[in-house]
Every structure is written in C-alpha cells, then in structure tokens.
C-alpha cells in the first residue's frame, strides 16, 4: 500500500484483515513522508514499512518503486491517500494493477479540495470512488462508487468525515474482490463475475 498521512484507510483494511473478514496480505507499505503517521499503523501491525524520498526525476522514482516492489511480489498495488503522481512508466510497467480511492464521484472532481468544490457547486450528492489508475490524475477506469447526500450542515470537515466512514468500508471490499479473483479489466472495460461494469462503476450503497 502507498500512502502519504494518516493512513485511516489502510488502519480500515489492516482491521478487516485481522478479523479474518478480507483474505489479504499486505506485503508492505510505502510512503514518501517520513512523518506519516499510517506507518506507525503499518509498524503496530508488523507490516514492513519502506520511506522512500521523492526525487524531481520520473525515472528514478520509477526504479525506486520497482526496485520495492519487486522484492515482495504483490499482486495489487493499494493507493490510499499517496500525495504523489506516479510516473508514467511505472504506471505502465503495473498497468492493471493499481487501484486508488478518491473522494468524489469520479469523474467529478478530479484532484485536491473536493469537499469544498462539492459544496461551492451546491452538489445534492458527494461520494466515493475506487478506481484502476492510468496516466492521468485521478483517471482510470472506475470500479465502484459510493454516494450520500449532502446535508444542509454539512462543511468541508463534516463531509470528510462522512466520506472517510464509506471509504472505510468500501475500499476492504473492492480488495475483497481481486483476492477472490472476481474483478478483471481488459481492453473492453472492467468485468465483476464476468459481467460488464458501466463507465461510472458499480454503485455500492452502504
Ligand atoms: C482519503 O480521503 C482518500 O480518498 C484520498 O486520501 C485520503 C486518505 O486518507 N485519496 P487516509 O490517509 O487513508 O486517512
């Protein structure tokens, strides 16, 4: 897993594992913040942490990345929260195999802010999305999204809070999906149990 802060989501699937609700293994988790505090999360779960510094150049944070990964043999790469932009060329090398949670409802709202833009537009629903990464920010086919409607109280941090509370749930079981090898994406889209996803994913309400 790649994260960059507080790691809740990966704290949500470490919790899941140990209670023998999702069959997963997290074979280690990267940052590019020495101070985030997901990998004390990580640490407390005996999961093998790695602090990687984030260089100007595509390429050698590309080698750096492979060079992690291909020492644990993962099947999915698990983005949760990683503040940067994967270089292109590792996003080709893993293509297929990364997945990333956002909070909006793809494809709105791509990148930063999103609960502040969602109430600036006077938005009735917000949401979560969970999606397979391609070269874009925030691209990528999507797997499955989760709404709720905004309330008239709502500020950006309450919104952030209610978000957080469905990606806790939704993202353990996406990762539940690809253990029990239910999800494929090939060139005419993502297929769950063999059948086609739409554009904007499968709707999970939660
Ligand atoms: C989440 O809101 C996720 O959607 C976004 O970054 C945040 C990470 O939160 N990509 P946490 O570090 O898992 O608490």
């Given at each position: 897993?790649f994260i960059?802060?507080?790691?809740?989501?990966?704290?949500?699937?470490?919790?899941?594992?140990?209670?023998?609700?999702?069959?997963?293994?997290?074979?280690?988790?990267?940052?590019?913040?020495?101070?985030?505090?997901?990998?004390?999360?990580?640490?407390?779960?005996?999961?093998?942490?790695?602090?990687?510094?984030?260089?100007?150049?595509?390429?050698?944070?590309?080698?750096?990345?492979?060079?992690?990964?291909?020492?644990?043999?993962?099947?999915?790469?698990?983005l949760?929260?990683?503040?940067?932009?994967?270089?292109?060329a590792?996003?080709?090398?893993?293509?297929?195999?990364?997945?990333?949670?956002?909070?909006s409802?793809?494809?709105?709202?791509?990148?930063l802010?999103?609960?502040?833009?969602?109430?600036?537009?006077?938005?009735?629903?917000?949401?979560?999305?969970?999606?397979?990464?391609?070269?874009?920010?925030?691209?990528?086919?999507?797997?499955?999204?989760?709404?709720?409607?905004?309330?008239?109280?709502?500020?950006?941090?309450?919104?952030?809070?209610?978000?957080?509370?469905?990606?806790?749930?939704?993202?353990?079981?996406?990762?539940?999906?690809?253990?029990?090898?239910?999800l494929?994406?090939?060139?005419?889209?993502?297929?769950?149990?063999?059948?086609?996803?739409?554009?904007?994913g499968i709707?999970?309400?939660?």
């Open positions: 897993m960059s802060g507080k790691g809740s989501n990966l704290a949500a699937i470490i919790k899941q594992i140990q209670q023998k609700k999702l069959n997963a293994h997290i074979n280690c988790v990267i940052s590019d913040n020495p101070q985030a505090e997901g990998l004390i999360k990580a640490k407390k779960a005996s999961i093998k942490t790695h602090v990687i510094k984030w260089h100007t150049s595509a390429s050698k944070n590309t080698q750096v990345l492979k060079k992690i990964l291909s020492s644990h043999q993962s099947d999915l790469v698990v949760a929260g990683f503040m940067r932009i994967l270089p292109k590792f996003v080709t090398a893993y293509r297929n195999k990364i997945i990333n949670i956002h909070p409802l793809l494809p709105k709202y791509p990148g802010n999103t609960h502040q833009r969602v109430l600036n537009s006077s938005d009735r629903y917000h949401g979560v999305s969970i999606h397979f990464v391609d070269e874009k920010v925030d691209g990528g086919p999507i797997i499955a999204q989760s709404s709720l409607k905004i309330k008239q109280n709502d500020t950006p941090s309450r919104l952030k809070q209610r978000i957080h509370k469905l990606e806790h749930k939704l993202y353990p079981l996406i990762i539940s999906w690809f253990s029990e090898n239910r494929h994406l090939s060139m005419d889209g993502i297929k769950y149990n063999n059948q086609q996803v739409p554009p904007q709707l999970i309400e939660l």
